[in-house]
């Protein structure tokens, strides 16, 4: 069996064992009927209910792995995993596919290239340091990095602009083309030219995590990999969530892009090419992770950081950091946009997270009652904090476009009707959801 789904307290995934392997050797056209026992398992029905406040909540996880199933039809990925929980644990969680297109099924042990989600995990990381008093957040580059000392405008950002995507650095930067090793690119990382003037604009920056992971090493004297598992994912049990995974790891490895600079199809080694010439450790990505150790994040999260930070430090990660900019940004993680939210609008107001370009996503609402509201108890109490997991390689074996996002939307939707009854606006935007397999 190639999928699994589980449910409520119910593990649900299909335990390790023999493998075997199954599939077409590409995506399948968008019209392909099911010929997988994936496929069949969890076909969605042919069309909606006519009343989804009326479904039973039983049957939503059927649903979610059924929405997930028709992207692998339409041929967006090869695989997925997923997980939708709270502080407590899972509440429903499943795997599907295949590690490639005609490769070995999923057991749900896979690595999964987690793509830019690398990066809150460095910002927890910096965090946890601030708080141990290592760094300061507003300290500046050019108190860690000398060569940046006489670089006109740089040398004074800070480490919370670097968090915030505030620092004007660019965005898109494939600096690799350019420049084969680790030297040459940081020179030509120094050179960058800014947006604007930092703490004026935000704009999703790659090349600020990069510089990010610098400061941390350069802070600590450690490298950013040890510190990654030192500060979080040693505390948290994540004990598999790794840059640069040995071979061993590699085999359980979900593939991602053929890659023609590489020249192979990429298994094992992370997908973003600036993050191959720094050689695969780097703030912006590079970390690899199972759906179980996403999981551990996940319940620390939903959980108001779990021990990882004090309360007010959990707090002030989470809070929006730049009101009055375009875009909802906190330390480290994204904040839901009222508009052009990847997760679209059914996640609360203070939801945040993070979104990697492999197809990877993890969204936390701290207060989350099914329909996408923010609230609190008659005791001022907040509700129970929700996490929402979704790995995919929606860049195997080409990174051309698929219709993902409206997939990942989708998803959260369904998702965040598992919290209670499903709400109007969660209905509408399942039913179109129900075409992915259409509009792959």
């Given at each position: ?91 429903t969680h499943g795997h599907l596919g295949t590690r490639r297109w005609g490769g070995t099924e999923l057991n749900g042990t896979e ?120 500060q979080v994912c040693g505390p948290l049990g994540m004990r598999e969530t790794v840059f640069a995974p040995g071979p061993a790891a ?191």
């Open positions: 069996m190639s999928g699994a789904v589980g449910g409520g307290t119910t593990q649900g995934a299909e335990q390790p064992g023999a493998e075997r392997r199954t599939g077409p050797a590409g995506p399948p056209p968008a019209d392909r009927q099911a010929d997988s026992p994936a496929d069949r398992q969890t076909d969605p029905p042919a069309g909606p209910p006519a009343d989804r406040r009326a479904e039973p909540p039983a049957d939503r996880p059927a649903r979610l792995a059924a929405l997930l199933a028709a992207g692998r039809r339409a041929g967006i990925y090869s695989a997925a995993a997923w997980s939708v929980g709270t502080a407590a644990g899972r509440e690595l999964w290239d987690l793509a830019s989600v690398t990066k809150p995990i460095v910002g927890l990381a910096a965090l946890r340091l601030a708080e141990a008093g290592a760094l300061r957040l507003d300290d500046t580059v050019g108190v860690y990095l000398p060569e940046y000392r006489r670089v006109p405008g740089k040398a004074d950002i800070t480490v919370t602009q670097l968090l915030t995507h505030t620092s004007g650095l660019p965005g898109g930067t494939p600096l690799w083309r350019a420049h084969s090793d680790r030297d040459g690119l940081l020179a030509a990382l120094r050179e960058l030219p800014l947006r604007g003037a930092p703490g004026t604009v935000v704009e999703y920056s790659s090349a600020g995590f990069v510089l990010l992971g610098l400061i941390l090493e350069r802070a600590t004297a450690t490298g950013l990999d040890e510190l990654v598992a030192q590699r085999e359980r490895a979900v593939s991602t892009e053929l890659c023609t600079w590489r020249g192979r199809l990429v298994t094992g080694q992370v997908h973003d090419e600036n993050a191959v010439v720094l050689g695969g450790v780097c703030g912006h990505a590079g970390l690899f992770a199972p759906l179980a150790d996403m999981d551990r994040l996940g319940r620390a999260l939903a959980a108001g950081g779990d021990g990882l930070l004090s309360a007010s430090g959990f707090a002030r990660m989470t809070a929006c950091h730049t009101e009055g900019l375009p875009l909802r940004r906190c330390l480290g993680w994204q904040g839901r946009d009222a508009v052009g939210s990847p997760v679209g609008t059914a996640m609360g107001p203070s939801s945040y997270g993070h979104t990697g370009f492999t197809g990877t996503s993890l969204w936390v609402d701290p207060a989350a009652d099914g329909a996408g509201t923010d609230r609190a108890g008659a005791d001022g109490t907040v509700a129970e904090g929700r996490y929402y997991i979704l790995l995919t390689n929606r860049v195997h074996p080409s990174r051309g476009p698929r219709r993902f996002p409206a997939v990942r939307r989708a998803f959260h939707h369904h998702a965040a009707a598992l919290a209670g009854p499903a709400d109007t606006e969660a209905a509408a935007v399942a039913r179109p959801a129900q075409g992915v397999s259409r509009v792959g």
